[in-house]
């Protein structure tokens, strides 16, 4: 017999309210989840637990939310997740900033929790063809 491990997702979130409310979000995808509001914690939260995903708040406390995109994409490529930011600052220069650092996704809030867990499940799924052909 052999065990599994759920898959990792961070949450890093400036206020409860909003870690609540993205974990509603996820709660069928079957996933553990690791939420912080402070942005300073993320990368070593990153590296301790190696998620496939990290969603965050571009006004995450304790870190400028383009930096902390930027430290997430210098991380070494086996443990580099994805990044989707779910912020309330929702003009087309935040966005596109966003995308040229290397976000994968950008939600502005209110955000539809639909999309938000499509899109968690399609990274999800293609985090895990990643995966088997790495280990194949």
């Not at 995903?53 to 490529?77: A, D, Q, T």
């Amino acid at each position: 017999m052999y065990k599994t491990d759920k898959q990792k997702i961070v949450i890093a979130e400036s206020q409860v309210r909003g870690i609540l409310a993205l974990e509603k979000v996820l709660e069928f995808h079957d996933v553990e989840i690791i939420s912080t509001t402070d942005g300073s914690e993320v990368i070593d939260l990153v590296k301790k637990h190696k998620p496939y995903l990290v969603i965050m708040n571009l006004l995450v406390k304790e870190m400028n939310g383009f930096r902390l995109i930027e430290l997430l994409k210098k991380l070494n490529g086996d443990i580099q997740p994805y990044i989707v930011v779910v912020s309330e600052l929702n003009t087309i220069e935040y966005i596109e900033e966003c995308y040229v650092l290397g976000a994968t996704a950008y939600f502005t809030k209110p955000y539809c929790f639909a999309d938000l867990s499509e899109i968690v499940q399609t990274l999800r799924f293609e985090n895990s063809l990643k995966n088997s052909m790495i280990s194949s």
